[in-house]
């Protein structure tokens, strides 16, 4: 079933939240206060938006997903019609599109599709937001596996993320598998070998996510000191208990390689093997 309800303020940063999205978009992109030609800004998909924030950056739902959420920033508009238009673009079939007027200058924009009665189809997807003679699209996937989302770069040191000025060494996560915590100069982040094939670690906010070839694997986790702290999940279901588990891995003082344990499952269940890496 389509919904077509959507919440676009004039204007935001009224709370202390909104604020910091404020001061966000505004260092990226420039005061949007100020006159100028229409924009879209910082078009995503993201799985739940909280005080009209989102929550996360969405790359591919779940086809168990409820619902598929798109978010968006306009600048620049003067109460002009936007059109959001969702194709399913494996088949080319326009599945819905939403108009809605905006308010003066900017402001932001939110559309909700939910999950029809037969499911959602697998493959890929797109959203397309114009008006003002301006456009902007985002694609996604839904797959058979997890939602998989990560961190708003953007807000990476806003409100998505743990406020640094009161973390300390006590509130982040204690490694289960016996590793001492060290501080490193290195990062995981880059290319590696390792027993279960090439790796690759990008850093995504507050995260670390990365990717292996055995099996079409992905990693998502954090770091405390020189210890990657997370969970592993592979094909074809990227769930537990066979397919998904923890992980951690331990760089070296030099931080050219890791040595860590992998198992299925989470907390309860004992280590089930190595995973040892170089890196390239």
Known sequence: MDITDSYKPGNFGATEEEAEMV???????GDVTQDGEPRLLEVMMTSSINNFIPVDKVLKYSKDSDKLYVWFVYDNFNNDVLSIEW??????????????????????????????????????????????????????EIIDGPTESIPLEILSNN???????????????????????????????????????DMKFER???????????????????????????TWSESPSYTGPRDAGDVELKLSSDGNSFTGNWRYGS????????????RK
């Open 159 to 197: 409100v998505t993320s743990t406020n640094s000025d009161s973390a300390n060494e006590e509130e982040l996560i204690a490694p289960q598998s016996g590793f001492e915590v060290e501080e490193t100069d290195y990062s995981f982040v880059g290319e590696w070998t390792s027993n279960w094939g």
């Open 267 to 278: 907390e309860g269940a004992t280590w089930s093997g190595g995973w040892t890496g170089q």
């Open 87 to 140: 194709t399913y673009l494996n088949d080319d079939y326009l599945i819905h599109t939403f108009e809605s007027e905006t308010g003066e200058d900017f402001g932001r924009g939110a559309f909700i599709l939910e999950k029809p009665d037969s499911g959602w189809p697998i493959g890929k997807y797109e959203v397309k937001i114009t008006g003002a003679g301006v456009s902007e699209s985002v694609e996604f």
């Open 23 to 29: 001061n966000a978009i505004t260092e990226k992109y």
């Open 204 to 230: 995504s906010g507050d995260q670390i996510i990365g990717e292996y070839t055995h099996d079409s694997g992905k990693l998502v986790g954090v770091v405390n000191g020189d210890v990657f702290i997370g």
